[in-house]
């Protein structure tokens, strides 16, 4: 494990340090979910749970409770059980939970009815995420309920009941060093991936037999897929969202791939478009350009005290220009962008925060303003152009989509790309793409 047990013990006082005197957080693990029938899918943590415990296995539970005489960090998860551990696998039980994953105490989970609400005890604030898990709101409620059972016995049930995202998810925001290293084991990984994509690229292949070149990848390294690849030949690759990858690549299309790694919990994010001939068109290569010029300006504008927006805006003013000199739109600059004329063939947003999730979290905007980039953040930058065919776009366009997707960390004095090293230029790409057929 990439972050040390410290790290999460750390994490928890600060969260604990937020919550304050009186208040209580709890959070649940993330549930198994059924694939088709009994067949389940690979179990992921829940990242939030996963954030302040470290703790792998499904049903479990985690209280903190900030000055607990007995121990304000309370986890219950499955007993030991050799029977079930035989069919399903290694339980850290109670003992384990305490002494390889630092909680102060820890109960099987099936006790949890009895015990919980006597930790809520006395308690005023409750912190947890409602809304995500039916059955954990249900059970919640109970505890609560089975504490104003008793309130006329002397004993008081909390009243207010906050959103434990709002202090978590900007905790998440920032990574720290041991997070920065998890993530550039898992860019790592996705450029090696993105490498072997195109070094085995050649007409005739599936999108799925390159799709399997990226998988084979990053679980040689212990990575799993931080989402399911996009990758696109031709009109595919202005899908957006494209992970049928059934198609069959035909010289002179471009192939857009988008595949992060998720190492130790950490997602990159990559995306990479190229010739599948290893040649560009001049339209293929006049576009890619115009998107790589908007991408390196985008990420010229991330650094410490611009606005989260500056990379867009950025991004949007080097599109639009590419666009009219490609006579894909007609007008002034600035009328084009205010007027979103652009939407066309950019329908997206330039960026999102990375970590634990591809999409992670962490606030944009605050107080209505957009916010300011801060070291340790982590964000992509990927803009794109999507040229569908169409009767208003000259041929030599058409079906050419085009997107460059880089994962950045602001520094202190500026930023660091962890995906560099995954090939761009015109130049790099038609290098690499074939070469191990050539
Ligand atoms: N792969 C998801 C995204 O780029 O946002
Ligand atoms: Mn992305
Ligand atoms: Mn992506």
Same mark, same amino acid.
């Given at each position: 494990?990439?972050i040390?047990?410290?790290?999460?013990?750390?994490?928890?006082?600060?969260?604990?340090?937020?919550?304050?005197?009186?208040?209580?957080?709890?959070?649940?693990?993330?549930?198994v979910r059924?694939?088709?029938?009994?067949?389940?899918?690979?179990?992921?943590?829940?990242?939030?749970?996963w954030?302040l415990?470290?703790?792998?296995?499904?049903?479990?539970?985690?209280?903190?409770?900030?000055?607990r005489?007995?121990g304000?960090?309370?986890?219950?998860?499955?007993?030991?059980?050799?029977?079930?551990?035989?069919?399903?696998?290694?339980r850290?039980?109670?003992q384990?939970?305490?002494?390889?994953?630092?909680?102060?105490?820890?109960f099987?989970?099936?006790d949890i009815?009895?015990?919980?609400?006597?930790?809520?005890?006395?308690?005023?604030?409750?912190? &947890?995420? /409602?809304?995500?898990? %039916?059955d954990? =709101? !249900?059970?919640?409620?109970?505890?609560?309920?089975?504490?104003? @059972?008793?309130?006329?016995?002397?004993?008081a049930?909390?009243?207010?009941?906050?959103?434990?995202?709002?202090?978590?998810?900007?905790?998440?925001?920032?990574?720290?060093?041991?997070?920065?290293?998890?993530?550039?084991?898992?860019?790592?990984?996705?450029?090696?991936?993105?490498?072997?994509?195109?070094?085995?690229?050649?007409?005739?292949?599936?999108?799925?037999?390159?799709?399997?070149?990226?998988?084979?990848?990053?679980?040689?390294?212990?990575?799993?897929?931080?989402?399911?690849?996009?990758?696109?030949?031709?009109?595919?690759? &202005?899908? /957006?969202?494209?992970? %049928?990858?059934? =198609? !069959?690549?035909?010289?002179?299309?471009l192939?857009?791939?988008d @595949?992060?790694?998720?190492?130790?919990?950490?997602?990159?994010?990559i995306?990479?478009?190229?010739?599948?001939?290893?040649?560009?068109s001049?339209?293929?290569r006049?576009?890619?350009?115009?998107?790589?010029?908007?991408?390196?300006?985008?990420?010229?504008?991330?650094?410490?005290?611009?606005?989260?927006?500056?990379?867009?805006?950025?991004?949007?003013?080097?599109?639009?220009?590419?666009?009219?000199?490609?006579?894909?739109l007609?007008?002034?600059?600035?009328?084009?962008?205010?007027?979103?004329?652009?939407r066309?063939?950019?329908m997206?947003?330039?960026?999102?925060w990375?970590?634990? =999730?591809?999409?992670?979290?962490?606030?944009?905007?605050i107080?209505?303003?957009?916010?300011?980039?801060?070291?340790?953040?982590?964000?992509?930058?990927?803009p794109?152009?999507?040229?569908?065919?169409?009767?208003?776009?000259?041929?030599?366009?058409?079906n050419?989509?085009?997107?460059i997707?880089?994962?950045?960390?602001?520094?202190?004095?500026?930023?660091?790309?962890?995906?560099?090293a995954?090939?761009?230029?015109?130049?790099?790409?038609e290098?690499?793409?074939?070469?191990?057929?050539?």
């Open positions: 494990m990439t040390p047990i410290k790290e999460f013990e750390a994490r928890r006082r600060q969260l604990m340090r937020m919550m304050g005197e009186g208040a209580i957080a709890i959070i649940s693990a993330a549930p059924v694939r088709n029938r009994d067949a389940d899918y690979r179990y992921r943590q829940d990242s939030d749970f954030y415990t470290g703790f792998p296995e499904p049903e479990a539970v985690a209280a903190l409770i900030p000055g005489p007995q304000e960090y309370v986890l219950f998860c499955r007993e030991r059980d050799p029977d079930m551990e035989t069919w399903n696998g290694r850290a039980g109670q384990g939970a305490v002494e390889r994953y630092g909680a102060d105490d820890s099987p989970i099936a009815d009895d015990i919980l609400p006597g930790l809520m005890e006395n308690r005023e604030r409750v912190y &947890c995420t /409602l809304g995500k898990d %039916d954990f =709101d !249900r059970r919640l409620m109970n505890w609560v309920n089975a504490l104003r @059972a008793r309130v006329r016995s002397g004993q049930a909390p009243h207010d009941f906050f959103s434990l995202e709002y202090h978590l998810h900007e905790m998440r925001l920032f990574k720290s060093k041991a997070e920065l290293e998890a993530m550039r084991e898992a860019a790592d990984i996705a450029i090696n991936g993105h490498r072997r994509m195109m070094a085995v690229c050649q007409p005739g292949m599936y999108e799925y037999e390159i799709e399997a070149e990226f998988i084979y990848t990053a679980r040689r390294r212990n990575a799993e897929l931080a989402y399911q690849s996009i990758v696109g030949g031709g009109a595919n690759g &202005c899908i /957006l969202h494209y992970v %049928d990858n059934q =198609d !069959r690549l035909r010289d002179g299309e192939i857009l791939i @595949a992060g790694a998720e190492y130790d919990y950490y997602a990159s994010d995306t990479r478009t190229f010739p599948v001939s290893g040649r560009f001049e339209a293929q006049e576009v890619y350009e115009v998107v790589l010029a908007a991408q390196e300006a985008a990420i010229n504008k991330v650094m410490p005290g611009n606005s989260w927006d500056d990379p867009h805006s950025a991004a949007l003013s080097e599109l639009v220009a590419g666009l009219i000199e490609l006579g894909l007609k007008g002034k600059k600035a009328d084009l962008i205010r007027e979103g004329a652009y066309r063939f950019y997206h947003r330039t960026g999102h990375l970590g634990l =999730d591809v999409h992670d979290v962490g606030e944009y905007k107080d209505g303003e957009w916010r300011q980039f801060e070291p340790g953040m982590v964000t992509t930058v990927e794109g152009l999507y040229i569908s065919a169409a009767d208003d776009i000259p041929e030599r366009f058409h050419i989509g085009v997107r997707e880089d994962d950045v960390v602001v520094t202190r004095d500026g930023h660091r790309v962890l995906t560099e995954a090939p761009k230029s015109v130049e790099a790409i290098a690499l793409v074939g070469t191990e057929s050539r």
